[in-house]
C-alpha cells in the first residue's frame, strides 16, 4: 500500500488490489475496509473498519500521515514496524520448538514409571500435572506483561513503571519514542500547529506518560514559555526527544531532528527484538532444563528412599 500511495493511487484503488490477494486473510481484510467506505471516508476510517486488526495507535498513525499529507511515509513506518515483528515471532517459534520438545518428552519419559507402577490415570495425571505448572507459569507471565501494557497506554505512572524495567522498559522506550518522533517529524515538515503535532503523536505513540507530557507543554507554551524548556521540565519524555526539541526550536528545524530521532529509535527496538529473539529461548530452555533435572534428581531421591526402607 505504500508504494501504491506514493506513486500518486487512492487507498480504495489499492485496498482493491489487496482484495484481489491470494492469501485469503488479505483479501477478508482489504473486503472489510472497503465495505463501509463512503465518498467521505478518510483514511483514518478504512483502518477503524477491522480494529481486530489495527490498533487504534495504528489508525492515529494512519491518520496523522494522511491530514500531513505524508501518508506514505505512515505507512512506510508501520510496514517496518510490523515486519520488525513478524522477523522476531518467527525466529521465536524456531528458536523455542527444541526446548518445547524437550519440555513434553522430558514429561513423558519422567511418567513412565509411575505408568508401570500406578497405572495409565496416574501415567495421564502426571504429565498434565508437570505440564500445567509451565503453561500456567507462561500464561501468567503472558497476562501480567499484557496487563501492564494496557495499563500503561492509560496511566502514566503506570507507564513510568513500565519504562523502568530492565530490558522491557528499554524496548518500550524504543518503541514509543520511535511512534512519537516520526509523526512529530511529519506534521511538523508540513508546518502544521506544532500543539496539534505534539497532542496527536503523543496519542499515537500509546504512551500515557507522553501525553501528559504533552498536554503540560502545550499549556506551558501558551502561556509564554520556550518549547525545548516547556517539555523538557515535564520530565516525560527521554532525554534525546528533551533535547531535540531544544535544538529544533533553537534552529528552526525541529522536523529534521524528530525524523532523526525516529531513525535513531527504530533501529534500538529492532536491535532489542533481535536480542529478545535470541535469549528469550535460551532462558525458557534454561527453565526447562532446570526443571527436568529437579523432576529427575526427586525421583531417583524418592526412589533410593523406598530401596533404603526395604533393605534390613
Known amino acids: 500500500m505504500r508504494e501504491l500511495v506514493r506513486s500518486g493511487q487512492s487507498i480504495p484503488f489499492a485496498l482493491q488490489l489487496k482484495a484481489n490477494a491470494r492469501s485469503g486473510a488479505i483479501r477478508k481484510v482489504a473486503a472489510a475496509m472497503l465495505g463501509g467506505a463512503t465518498a467521505e471516508t478518510g483514511a483514518e476510517e478504512y483502518f477503524a473498519a477491522v480494529p481486530s486488526v489495527f490498533s487504534a495507535m495504528d489508525r492515529e498513525i494512519v491518520q496523522g500521515g494522511h491530514s500531513a499529507g505524508r501518508l506514505e511515509n505512515a505507512m512506510g513506518y508501520l510496514s517496518d514496524y510490523y515486519g520488525s515483528l513478524a522477523k522476531t515471532r518467527r525466529h521465536l517459534i524456531v528458536n ?48 501480567v506483561f499484557f496487563a501492564a501494557v494496557r495499563a500503561a497506554r492509560v496511566n502514566s505512572s503506570a507507564d513510568q513503571m513500565l519504562q523502568s524495567l530492565p530490558a522491557i522498559g528499554g524496548a518500550r522506550v524504543a518503541l514509543i519514542g520511535s511512534r512519537f518522533c516520526m509523526l512529530m517529524g511529519i506534521m511538523v515538515k508540513t508546518g502544521g500547529s506544532i500543539f496539534s503535532a505534539m497532542k496527536r503523536s503523543a496519542s499515537a ?57 525516529a531513525g535513531r529509535y527504530n533501529e534500538q527496538f529492532q536491535t532489542r527484538l533481535e536480542i529478545l529473539s535470541t535469549w528469550l529461548p535460551k532462558m525458557i530452555y534454561l527453565a526447562i532444563a532446570i526443571a527436568l533435572g529437579f523432576k529427575i534428581v526427586a525421583f531417583y531421591a524418592s526412589y533410593y528412599g523406598v530401596v533404603n526402607s526395604l533393605m534390613p
Open 205 to 261: 505513540s500509546g504512551s500515557a506518560l507522553f501525553q501528559r507530557g504533552a498536554a503540560q507543554a502545550v499549556l506551558a507554551v501558551q502561556g509564554g514559555e520556550g518549547l525545548g524548556v516547556a517539555v523538557t521540565r515535564t520530565k516525560a519524555f527521554p532525554e534525546p526527544i528533551d533535547r531535540a526539541f531544544q535544538i529544533g526550536e533553537a534552529s528552526g528545524r525541529l522536523d529534521e531532528e524528530m525524523e532523526r530521532q
Open 96 to 143: 523455542t520448538a527444541y526446548p518445547i520438545f524437550l519440555l513434553h518428552f522430558g514429561a513423558l519419559c519422567l511418567a513412565i514409571p509411575i505408568y508401570v507402577s500406578d497405572g495409565p490415570a496416574a501415567f495421564v495425571q502426571s504429565i498434565v500435572w508437570f505440564l500445567g505448572v509451565f503453561y500456567a507459569a507462561f500464561a501468567a507471565i503472558g497476562m
